[in-house]
């Protein structure tokens, strides 16, 4: 087999495939309402496969749109099939970029932008793999196919209709993540932490509403709370935050006129993968632990309510760490590594507080027993725990999936 040649065809392809993968980098495949005919998860998501799909038949490959939810490409003919699973949508653009997220612009040897390596940049390097087998002549032992899925962010459920219209391949592996040095990876749970507060009638510092993520898996950058000005002056509150800010690291807070007689609390981070948290600074976390240094929230009564003990519990049990260990989940073994816990999105509309953990946990966790613990921990404040699949429905679900010691 001529593999020089092999080499001098995929070493051809550079300039090509660059450009390629800015053009798919382009295309903000987040997926968003409203659903239409076959774009279950949004238009840009169903510009995006149709656009992966199109350049695949452009090499001159076989390609199917399976109703939206997936595309798949393949190549070669066998009584076994090989498989590669990748996916095309992205999670949300997200802030604190110094590149455009969209650009995919170039500089120092790499090119920035959202999906480039997560995961439009491997599957375009999965598609001119198969590509340049192709125009080598290399002879296949199986059949190829390059599954392209448009849901693996928010739930998979690309996958399950993909599973439950055709037949999986019978062996493969995910260009995805720290691709190729990934053999497991840990299992997924969300667990969202809620109470229902009654108001803020009576606090010194009231806490109208909290805003923080879009998604579990990403951590938040930016985390904003409004308050009330009745007990505290704008400049007072700023000064307070000053000090807070100078007695944590990383902590970045101000504060802003929101109409009359309240402010807005911004607390600032930096975006990173729920897989690798530490690569971040959580917005949420940050601003749960302001609060509760500045008191902020009604204390309720003696039968439950109020909003400052559960704000003091999240910033105490969950805040800006993410090993899991504050909320009594943390393990970890050699195998698959430490337990990971991001608080991915804060929600508090002036009755309700919410927040919603996505935590990955390797060989030796489980999932009753990290429900069990984080509810034991929770329970003080009165926040009830419960399992989730994402912050659009908020219900019972788990998954475990292939895995990676580093993500997914």
């Not at 997926?31 to 279950?40: D, L, M, W």
């Not at 009231?206 to 409004?226: F, Q």
Request: negative net charge; aromatic residues 6%.
């Amino acid at each position: 087999m001529n593999y020089e040649k092999l080499d001098a065809i995929v070493a051809s392809y550079r300039d090509e495939l660059i450009a390629n993968i800015q053009k798919w980098v382009s295309i903000p495949s987040v997926q968003a309402a409203p659903a239409g005919e076959n774009a279950p998860f949004g238009a840009e998501v169903r510009r995006m496969l149709d656009t992966a799909l199109a350049d695949a038949k452009a090499f001159g490959f076989e390609v199917r749109d399976i109703d939206g939810y997936a595309g798949d490409i393949s190549f070669g003919s066998g009584d076994k099939t090989m498989g590669m699973l990748a996916h095309l949508d992205v999670v949300p653009l997200g802030d604190g970029w110094t590149h455009d997220p969209l650009g995919g612009e170039i500089a120092d040897g790499r090119i920035y932008g959202r999906g480039t390596t997560d995961d439009k940049g491997p599957a375009l390097c999965a598609l001119y793999a198969m590509r340049a087998v192709k125009e080598a002549g290399i002879p296949m032992k199986h059949g190829v196919r390059l599954i392209l899925g448009c849901d693996e962010e928010t739930g998979m459920s690309d996958m399950r209709y993909y599973a439950s219209k055709l037949q999986m391949p019978d062996y493969g592996f995910s260009p995805d993540a720290e691709f190729p040095v990934i053999n497991i990876e840990k299992g997924g749970i969300n667990l969202r932490l809620s109470k229902v507060t009654g108001g803020e009638a009576g606090a010194e510092i009231p806490v109208y509403s909290l805003y923080a993520g879009e998604r579990p898996n990403v951590v938040p950058a930016e985390a904003k709370a409004v308050v009330g000005l009745d007990h505290i002056a704008l400049d007072e509150l700023s000064a307070r935050l000053a000090e807070i800010e100078k007695a944590h690291e990383k902590f970045r807070l101000s504060a802003a006129a929101a109409g009359e007689g309240r402010a807005e609390i911004t607390a600032t981070g930096v975006n990173a993968h729920a897989a690798m948290p530490q690569g971040g600074v959580n917005a949420a976390g940050m601003l749960l632990i302001a609060l509760k240094e500045l008191g902020a929230g009604s204390a309720g009564s003696e039968n439950g309510g109020g909003s400052k003990n559960a704000i003091a519990v999240l910033a105490d049990a969950v805040g800006m760490d993410y090993t899991g260990r504050l909320l009594g989940i943390a393990c970890e073994d050699e195998l698959s590594g430490p337990l990971t816990c991001n608080l991915g999105i804060l929600r508090y509309d002036g009755n309700e507080i919410s927040a919603l953990l996505d935590i990955r946990y390797p060989l030796c966790g489980d999932e009753a027993q990290i429900l069990g613990r984080a509810a034991l921990t929770a329970a003080p404040a009165g926040l009830g725990v419960t399992c989730a699949t994402s912050p659009a429905t908020w219900t019972c679900a788990t998954s475990r999936t292939s895995t990676s010691t580093s993500k997914r």
